[in-house]
T-cell receptor, first 114, second 115 residues
Framework: AQSVTQPDIHITVSEGASLELRCNYS??????LFWYVQSPGQGLQLLLK??????LVQGIKGFEAEFKRSQSSFNLRKPSVHWSDAAEYFC????????????FGSGTQLTVLP | GAVVSQHPSRVICKSGTSVKIECRSL??????MFWYRQFPKQSLMLMAT?????????EQGVEKDKFLINHASLTLSTLTVTSAHPEDSSFYIC???????????FGEGSRLTVL
């Protein structure tokens, strides 16, 4: 069975500092990998996704993520955090080539200090 | 980008009543939609997969008679919480898979409060 682990429940960074949110997955093959952001009381917005090819993926809002097969990781990064980035971030995996649903991690709450 | 709209965004109802939540794909067709439930400060839990023109597939532990799902067209799925109780209060989110490229898009969520 596939699973996703986000080891950091809550992260606090200062505005302008760099950010890395961790995501580890368990899957028999290379899954589809996603990062979503959720603002309070809102649905999910896709930040970026990895299907195949270049392991460094660029997303919206200045985010990027790197797929590392050897570590079964897909960590999200941003070089300089903005106050508007404060939100809940979810990593998700899905089987390739299938219409099945995604499996979500437990989420990481990001707080940005002024 | 593609938009998925949920309505209502917030609903308050009395215990014992039924509530219907709509999920619409506004500019694409979706044969498959998914319904999730999210408890405060927790992740999304898949409740069911809604398939256009056929019965929904429910996840283990989800009562199909309590959470009725109808996917009558390629752009609309509805979730009806029947005989709602306070423990049904939650944030319900739908997602829709674009028939064209298979990408998944999420609605804004619906906050249900049962008094």
């Amino acid at each position: 069975a596939q699973s996703v682990t986000q080891p950091d429940i809550h992260i606090t960074v200062s505005e302008g500092a760099s950010l890395e949110l961790r995501c580890n997955y368990s899957y028999g093959a290379t899954p589809y990998l996603f990062w979503y952001v959720q603002s309070p009381g809102q649905g999910l917005q896709l930040l970026l996704k990895y299907f195949s090819g270049d392991t460094l993926v660029q997303g919206i809002k200045g985010f990027e993520a790197e797929f590392k097969r050897s570590q079964s990781s897909f960590n999200l990064r941003k070089p300089s955090v903005h106050w508007s980035d404060a939100a809940e971030y979810f990593c998700a995996v899905g089987p390739p080539g299938s219409a099945r649903q995604l499996t979500f991690g437990s989420g990481t709450q990001l707080t940005v200090l002024p | 980008g593609a938009v998925v709209s949920q309505h209502p965004s917030r609903v308050i109802c009395k215990s014992g009543t039924s509530v219907k939540i709509e999920c619409r794909s506004l500019d694409f067709q979706a044969t498959t939609m998914f319904w999730y439930r999210q408890f405060p400060k927790q992740s999304l839990m898949l409740m069911a997969t809604s398939n256009e023109g056929s019965k929904a597939t429910y996840e283990q532990g989800v009562e199909k008679d309590k959470f009725l799902i109808n996917h009558a067209s390629l752009t609309l799925s509805t979730l009806t919480v029947t005989s709602a109780h306070p423990e049904d209060s939650s944030f319900y989110i739908c997602s829709a898979r674009d028939l064209g490229d298979g990408e998944l898009f999420f609605g804004e969520g619906s906050r249900l409060t049962v008094l």
